[in-house]
């Protein structure tokens, strides 16, 4: 599914099967978050939690089947995930999101101290990149890494904080 999906979305992260469960097998190491999203008994989508920080931990990687993309299964996944991290005391979780395809308008200039801010205020999805999926979720962006995998590749880093002062929550009985 790791490989399957990234190569749907033009990425080969994961080129061979051994270097696919190579990931998995990292993803459900101790003390890592590792969860599953199934639909009729069938695995659709998984997403990983790694310590990056004390306190702040880096989601890798996040997958949904290209099928069931754009249904909601990822923001489900996501929540999960999020729950659980703030149980174990995690305040914010971290992730790189990857533009090597050009899905984004930071892939088209070249990147420097000067328009670097400028840069990413004004960022633009061109081509379905998954930024916008996380921008949804609460998550933002703090900052990129120009060229990180190539020229005009940009690695885009996102953040967000789990635990608000003053933020609603929701009792049950």
Same mark, same amino acid.
């Given at each position: 599914?790791?490989?399957?999906?990234?190569?749907?979305?033009?990425?080969?992260?994961?080129?061979?099967?051994?270097?696919?469960?190579?990931?998995?097998?990292?993803?459900?190491?101790?003390?890592?978050?590792?969860?599953?999203?199934?639909?009729?008994?069938?695995?659709?989508?998984?997403?990983?939690?790694?310590?990056?920080?004390?306190?702040?931990?880096?989601?890798?990687?996040?997958?949904?089947?290209?099928?069931?993309?754009?249904?909601?299964?990822?923001?489900?996944?996501?929540?999960?995930?999020?729950?659980?991290?703030?149980?174990? $005391?995690? =305040?914010?979780?971290?992730?790189?999101?990857?533009? +090597?395809?050009? *899905?984004?308008?930071?892939? %088209? #200039?070249?990147?420097?101290?000067?328009?670097?801010?400028?840069?990413? $205020?004004? =960022?633009?999805?061109?081509?379905?990149?998954?930024? +916008?999926?996380? *921008?949804?979720?609460?998550? %933002? #962006?703090?900052?990129?890494?120009?060229?990180?995998?190539?020229?005009?590749?940009?690695?885009?880093?996102?953040?967000?904080?789990?635990?608000?002062?003053?933020?609603?929550?929701?009792?049950?009985?």
């Amino acid at each position: 599914m790791l490989k399957k999906s990234f190569l749907d979305a033009g990425n080969e992260s994961w080129g061979d099967i051994k270097n696919a469960i190579e990931e998995v097998e990292e993803c459900i190491e101790h003390p890592n978050i590792c969860l599953g999203i199934c639909l009729d008994d069938k695995l659709i989508g998984w997403t990983g939690l790694r310590p990056m920080y004390d306190k702040t931990w880096e989601l890798h990687p996040m997958v949904i089947k290209t099928e069931y993309q754009g249904k909601g299964f990822g923001k489900v996944l996501l929540r999960e995930l999020e729950t659980r991290a703030k149980s174990r $005391g995690i =305040i914010g979780i971290a992730l790189g999101t990857d533009d +090597e395809y050009q *899905k984004t308008s930071l892939s %088209m #200039i070249d990147i420097n101290e000067r328009n670097i801010f400028d840069e990413i $205020g004004n =960022i633009k999805n061109v081509n379905n990149h998954p930024y +916008e999926f996380y *921008k949804k979720c609460g998550y %933002m #962006i703090v900052g990129i890494i120009p060229n990180a995998n190539g020229k005009r590749k940009p690695d885009i880093w996102m953040w967000q904080i789990l635990a608000r002062k003053n933020s609603p929550t929701i009792a049950s009985t």
